[in-house]
C-alpha cells in the first residue's frame, strides 16, 4: 500500500501585493531579521517608497513564511530585489525554488532582468542564469554587483 507523501513541508511560493496585509507582515519581519538586524541595514532604506508598485513574494514551508522577494518595473527593465531566507533554512535550496518563482513570473513581460548581488550571492545568481556586470558598488553600505539574466 501506498502512503500519500505530505506535501505540508513543500515549499509554496506565493505572489502578493502589499494590500494583503497579513502577508506583507510575514514578509516585512523576515526582511527586518535578515536585512535590518543580520547586515544591519537602515529600517528607512530597507522599507522604501516602491512597496506598493513591487510584486512580493512569500516563501512558506508549512504554516512558516521562511523567505520573501520582489520584483518591479524600471522603465523598459525588471529589477529583482529584496531576496532574503530566514538563516536557519539557507542552504537547503528554499531560495532556488523562491527565485525560480520569481524568473517564472517575470518572463512574460520580456524584459531585461536585473539584480544588485551581495558578493556572497553572486555564486547562488550565476548557477541560476545571472551574469555579473559593471564594478564593484556599495548600497547600504554593503559591496554588490549588478547581474543581469541572460536569455
Not at 501506498?2 to 502577508?23: A, G, H, S
Not at 512597496?51 to 523598459?76: C, N, P
Not at 544588485?116 to 554587483?145: M, N, S, T, W
Request: charged letters at 35%; proline letters at 3%.
Amino acid at each position: 500500500m501506498l502512503i500519500p507523501m505530505n506535501t505540508d513541508f513543500e515549499p509554496k511560493v506565493l505572489p502578493f501585493k502589499t494590500d494583503q496585509k497579513n502577508l506583507f507582515e510575514e514578509v516585512r519581519k523576515i526582511r527586518e531579521l535578515v536585512f535590518v538586524q543580520e547586515q544591519e541595514v537602515d529600517e528607512a532604506e530597507e522599507f522604501d517608497s516602491f512597496e506598493d508598485e513591487s510584486q512580493h513574494f512569500v516563501l512558506r514551508l508549512g504554516d512558516k513564511a521562511i523567505g520573501t522577494a520582489r520584483w518591479r518595473h524600471i522603465g523598459d527593465k525588471i529589477k529583482l530585489e529584496r531576496f532574503a531566507v530566514l538563516k536557519e533554512y539557507r542552504g537547503k535550496k528554499y531560495g532556488d525554488v523562491l527565485l525560480q518563482a520569481v524568473i517564472e513570473d517575470v518572463l512574460p513581460f520580456a524584459k531585461a532582468v536585473y539584480l544588485h548581488a551581495q558578493l556572497k550571492a553572486i555564486p547562488f545568481y550565476k548557477r541560476r542564469g545571472f551574469k555579473q556586470v559593471g564594478e564593484l558598488f556599495l548600497e547600504c553600505d554593503i559591496e554588490h554587483y549588478k547581474m543581469v539574466l541572460e536569455s
